[in-house]
């Protein structure tokens, strides 16, 4: 049953090509892994799949759930049940977290939302992420420490509760309490019905996690795919051998 398929996709930043050829599948269910090198394009292969503008689609296509996504706006992708969790999550003043995961919440659904059972549930999911509730009033990200702005990543995620979740470098500069939360975090979301493609240099969030694939990314393309056991090899190899030989 697949969910994402990503064919022959070719990506060009700022006159740039960074991605060149690649291709990927994942099936509704499934927990996929993406590591490589710095510069490698991996946040590349993020926005692009979730359609910022600055990322142009050369040539190949972006199927979801069987429908032609490669030329939709980031809205409605997000409708679709795409959501990308930054690897730099920007700063936003003068709208609270609250109000900022409100809007999104509405417009992903497209329907109202009870205001106070939203509040509650909002209430409870930022306990569980170790949040201080107070957090929700204040302005997006401005002045969250870099924890703390991955956190308020993972509670976005956890209250849209999307298909498909793609987060980049989520579990990077956390300290390991963080680490911990955030990983069970992303356990709670994940069920037999969504799916993950998440982007880490970081092998102990997958500790928590029943990886299904990994990949490796070098210079726009995957050169290897394999399960879960090819983290470990990657930490003994290294990239260049791996993706060489
Ligand atoms: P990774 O996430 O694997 O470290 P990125 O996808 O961030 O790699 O970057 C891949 C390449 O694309 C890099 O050379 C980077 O400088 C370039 N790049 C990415 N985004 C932009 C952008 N918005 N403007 C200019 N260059 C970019
Ligand atoms: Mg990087
Ligand atoms: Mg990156």
Same mark, same amino acid.
């Given at each position: 049953?697949? %969910? ?8 060009? #930043? ?13 099936? !509704?269910?499934?927990?996929? #892994?993406? =590591? ?6 991996? @946040?590349?292969?993020?926005? @692009?799949? =979730? ?5 142009? #689609? ?40 609250? *109000?900022?995961?409100?809007? @999104? ?23 569980? %992420? ?9 302005? %997006?990200?401005?002045?969250? @420490?870099?924890?703390? !702005? ?44 969504? *799916? %993950? ?49």
């Amino acid at each position: 049953d697949k %969910l994402l398929e990503i064919k022959g996709l070719k990506v060009c #930043v700022e006159g740039k090509e960074i991605l060149n050829g690649l291709d990927l599948a994942i099936n !509704k269910g499934e927990t996929h #892994v993406i =590591m490589g090198p710095n510069g490698a394009g991996k @946040s590349t292969l993020g926005y @692009s799949i =979730m359609g910022h503008p600055k990322y142009e #689609v050369e040539e190949g296509s972006i199927y979801f759930e069987g429908d032609d996504i490669t030329y939709e706006k980031t809205d409605v992708r997000a409708k679709k049940g795409i959501f990308l969790s930054f690897q730099n999550p920007e700063e936003l003043s003068g709208v609270s977290l609250e *109000s900022f995961m409100r809007t @999104s919440k509405i417009a992903v659904d497209g329907k109202p939302l009870k205001v106070l059972s939203y509040r509650k549930e909002m209430g409870k999911t930022m306990e569980s %992420l170790g949040m201080d509730k107070e957090y929700g009033d204040r302005y %997006l990200n401005v002045g969250f @420490s870099g924890g703390e !702005k991955k956190k308020s990543e993972i509670l976005q995620m956890l209250m849209l509760n999307p298909k498909l979740a793609i987060l980049d470098e989520t579990d990077s500069g956390l300290d390991v309490d963080a680490v911990k939360i955030v990983s069970q975090g992303v356990k709670t979301f994940k069920n037999k019905n969504n *799916s %993950l493609l998440i982007i880490t240099h970081n092998t102990k969030i997958l500790e928590y996690l029943d990886v299904d694939y990994v990949h490796i990314l070098v210079d726009g393309k995957l050169v290897k795919t394999g399960d879960a056991s090819l983290v470990e090899e990657v930490n003994r190899k290294g990239f260049k051998e791996l993706a060489f030989h």
